[in-house]
C-alpha cells in the first residue's frame, strides 16, 4: 500500500532552521490516502486538528484555516495515532511537496514525544520536476508548484480552496492520487515495493 499524505500547519516548514524548535509549524489539518499499487485511492482520513499553538496569519491565509476551526478540531495525539497506524501498513510515503508536509507532522509528533517510523519516500513535486520542465527567468529548472503539474498533466488548475477546510484537504491529496498515477503511466515514478 502507498500513503500519499496532504498536510497544513501554522506556519510554514524552514529547512534551515531545528526541525524541534520552539517555533515549528505543526498540524492544522492532515488528510491521507491510501492508495493501490497501481495509484487507486483504497482509503480517505482527512480531519482538521488542534494544534496547540496559534496560527500564523500569513498560515492561515494559505490554508484557510482559522484557530476558530482548528479549536473544534481533533487532537493532535489523535491525527498522528492515525497517521502511524497508516505508516505501519504502508511500502511507500508519497505526496505533493512531502517533506513539507513530514515536517509539519513531525512537528507535531515532537510535543508527544512521537518518531514516525516514515517508509519510503516518493516526493510528487520533486519527480514532477523533469517531466514539467518548468524554468524561472534565467532559465534554470525549478520545482513546480501543484498547480503548474495538474496544468501540464491534465490541462486544468490544482484544487481550488473552498470553505471547508475537510474538502479542501482532501481535494488536494486527491488531485496528489492523480499525479502520482500519471506520473507511474509516464515512467517517472517506479513501482512501490510489494
Given at each position: 500500500m502507498i500513503l500519499l499524505v496532504e498536510a497544513a500547519a501554522t506556519g510554514f516548514a524552514q529547512f534551515n532552521r531545528n526541525p524541534a524548535g520552539a517555533a515549528r509549524p505543526r498540524l492544522t489539518r492532515l488528510a491521507m490516502l491510501e492508495l493501490?499499487?497501481?495509484?487507486?485511492?483504497?482509503?480517505?482520513?482527512?480531519?482538521?486538528?488542534r494544534p496547540g499553538v496559534k496560527i500564523a496569519a500569513d498560515a492561515a491565509d494559505f490554508w484557510g484555516i482559522t484557530d476558530q476551526q482548528a479549536a473544534r478540531g481533533v487532537p493532535a495525539a489523535d491525527a498522528l495515532g492515525a497517521l502511524i497506524e497508516r505508516v505501519g501498513r504502508a511500502k511507500r510515503l508519497t505526496g505533493y511537496a512531502l517533506e513539507t508536509h513530514r515536517r509539519f507532522c513531525e512537528g507535531s509528533g515532537y510535543d508527544l514525544a512521537l518518531d514516525i517510523p516514515w517508509p519510503e519516500k516518493c516526493c510528487l513535486m520533486l519527480k514532477a520536476t523533469k517531466t514539467v520542465g518548468k524554468t524561472n527567468s534565467a532559465g534554470k529548472t525549478v520545482w513546480p508548484k501543484m498547480t503548474d503539474t495538474c496544468e501540464f498533466l491534465f490541462g486544468e488548475s490544482a484544487p481550488s480552496r473552498g470553505s471547508d477546510p475537510r474538502e479542501?484537504?482532501?481535494?488536494?491529496?486527491?488531485?496528489?492520487?492523480?499525479?502520482?498515477q500519471e506520473l507511474v503511466r509516464r515512467g517517472a515514478i517506479t513501482a512501490a515495493p510489494e
Open positions: 493501490s499499487q497501481e495509484g487507486d485511492i483504497l482509503s480517505e482520513w482527512c480531519e482538521v486538528v479542501n484537504g482532501l481535494a488536494l491529496a486527491r488531485a496528489g492520487a492523480a499525479i502520482y
